[in-house]
């Protein structure tokens, strides 16, 4: 059975910082793309960040050189560092797992920033 868990969302005043982590299990983890979606209220889900099995990064424009995103293939975990938080980036955030033929979504955590 495959699982992914976040945890590391709250509630964090404008300017503050939140680390993310999403844990895999039932999946061969080293092989998959990782990602970072969220959901804010009344919009679609969009894609925050991606990490390949090999440790290339991306992010939308809107929060590059505020959220990092890496992984620890030992510990089977993605990670996000949301630093400079702004108002806009509240939102649900969901970990996504992806390889030929398989996609994998955790529960979400609910990140709010404001003050």
């Known amino acids: 059975q495959v699982q992914l868990v976040e945890s590391g969302g709250g509630l964090v005043q404008p300017g503050g910082s939140l680390r993310l982590s999403c844990t895999a299990s039932g999946i061969f983890f080293r092989v998959y793309t990782m990602a970072w979606y969220r959901q804010a209220p009344g919009k679609q889900r969009e894609l925050v960040a991606t990490?390949?099995?090999?440790?290339?990064?991306d992010c939308v424009d809107s929060v590059k050189g505020r959220f990092t995103i890496s992984r620890d293939n030992v510990k089977n975990s993605v990670y996000l560092q949301m630093n400079s938080l702004k108002a806009e980036d509240t939102a649900v955030y969901y970990c996504n797992a992806g390889y030929v033929g398989s996609d994998y979504w955790g529960q979400g955590t609910q990140v709010t920033v404001s003050s």
């Open positions: 990490i390949t099995r090999g440790g290339n990064t």
